[in-house]
């Protein structure tokens, strides 16, 4: 028998997932009476297939974990309708293969739910998923299969499927990273050697940020990826930190990222070419700058309310569906709809945070630290890029730009979030039933 708070939680998860759906709906109304006065005759096909899709994840998360968060699902669909609608608007087929990768994460993201019953369970494979995850990260590297796409060389090719395997790398090494740890926070947080008047943790236990140094250095120097590089690095050193709770470990991360960041400047082509066109790109307006400007250009045309979804020009823009997707919904939704789309990834990373806290057990919390992150500083630096607040970056906009690989692993990733909760949820109801006996029996 459902609990009040699992029924309350899906009551709530299901009316605002139904308004996501009417949200998105609207918009590509919009979209499509910009081209033709009459309403799109595809309309009811796609508004089946929103409300179906939702309606899988959610009686995914009904039936596997009813007492997960009510909010991460909802705002999942919007930002994903939202992609939905303004890819549609640049490129009509490139709207139906996504349409069709969002299938396949929701029937990844109730696998998930499915088959990872009890994350806990997922420690005692840390090393197993460390070994995977690290071969995913370099596979690229891979003579014959690895292929190099506008500088960065990330994607695999396998016959007729494309993709890029550090989207499953990245959730696959947070499962190591929590798993050890959470078995190592003790020694790392009081240390073990003592250095004048500090204690420090004995060398061997500092191995692991040694090592996501050093593949923070393969990735840059190996594969011109600046982003996915900070990604993983920031990651792991904030859950490091979360751990352990000593600031000593972010001073000596930047300090590592910043030796490292002079290294790929100086030693990839392609990183300074990016830092270059960051300080400056007018002097390159016509080549390499040309991406960044025009996206600038975008936010400016937009202004505070947008031209309107279709009134636009995002397409000017090279790369606009994947890449600067957020400079597209700048120009026709304007500051309000930029600022929505911000709002939504910090109510999703404050979600998974309040996940995070909310565990009892020192590998749940880690492990939802670092799968929060992952959406979340993903988040910053490509919209961090499109607006030029630092080096412009490869990486996707999660659930709103396009790319299959990125968004089966943010499904994924969810899924593993809402099984966190209910899990959480689950121990905090058992626990108020012990007390309960505990206290009846005393009186």
């Known amino acids: 028998m459902k609990s009040a708070v699992a029924r309350r939680r899906r009551g709530s998860e299901l009316l605002l997932g139904l308004l996501a759906v009417v949200i998105v709906v609207s918009g590509y109304i919009l979209v499509q009476l910009s081209k033709q006065l009459d309403l799109p005759p595809d309309l009811w096909v796609l508004l089946a297939v929103m409300v179906g899709m939702f309606a899988v994840a959610h009686l995914g998360v009904r039936w596997f974990a009813p007492r997960g968060d009510a909010t991460l699902l909802p705002l999942v669909a919007l930002l994903c309708g939202i992609g939905f609608i303004m890819i549609s608007r640049l490129n009509h087929h490139l709207a139906r293969t996504q349409a069709v990768w969002t299938g396949v994460g929701v029937a990844c993201f109730v696998a998930t739910l499915a088959v990872v019953r009890r994350p806990r ?132 991360a930047a300090g590592l990222f910043a030796v490292a960041s002079v290294f790929a400047y100086n030693a990839v082509g392609h990183v300074q070419v990016r830092v270059s066109t960051w300080i400056n790109p007018w002097p390159v307006a016509q080549g390499k700058g040309y991406q960044l400007i025009q996206s600038l250009f975008a936010f400016g045309s937009g202004g505070f309310g947008g031209t309107g979804l279709g009134l636009g020009s995002p397409q000017k823009i090279p790369n606009a569906a994947t890449d600067f997707v957020f400079a597209a919904v700048g120009e026709e939704l304007g500051l309000l709809g930029t600022v929505a789309v911000v709002i939504a990834f910090l109510i999703v990373v404050g979600a998974g945070f309040r996940i995070a806290v909310s565990s009892d057990r020192p590998f749940t919390k880690l492990f939802a630290t670092g799968l929060t992150g992952l959406i979340g500083i993903q988040a910053f630096v490509i919209i961090g890029g499109v607006t030029r607040l630092i080096p412009l970056t490869g990486i996707t906009l999660p659930f709103v730009s396009y790319g299959g690989s990125s968004l089966v692993a943010n499904f994924v990733l969810v899924a593993l979030l809402l099984r966190i909760s209910d899990e959480a949820a689950a121990d905090a109801e058992a626990y108020a039933r012990t007390s309960a006996i505990a206290v009846a029996s005393h009186s």
Do not use: C
Request: proline fraction near 5%; charged fraction near 15%; avoid cysteine.
């Open 121 to 252: 369970a997922l420690e005692r494979y840390r090393y197993t998923f460390a070994l995977l995850g690290f071969a995913l990260l370099v596979l690229p590297l891979a003579p014959g299969i690895g292929a190099t796409i506008n500088g960065a060389r990330l994607w695999v090719h396998l016959g007729p499927v494309n993709f890029e395997p550090n989207e499953i790398a990245k959730v696959l090494l947070v499962v190591f990273f929590a798993s050890y740890l959470a078995d190592k926070r003790e020694l790392l947080s009081a240390g073990s050697r003592r250095i004048g008047r500090m204690m420090v943790p004995d060398p061997k236990h500092l191995l692991p940020l040694v090592l996501a140094w050093g593949f923070s250095l393969i990735i840059m120097a190996g594969q011109g990826d600046l982003g996915s590089s900070m990604l993983f690095f920031a990651v792991f050193v904030g859950m490091l930190y979360v751990a352990t709770e000593r600031s000593a470990y972010l001073i000596g």
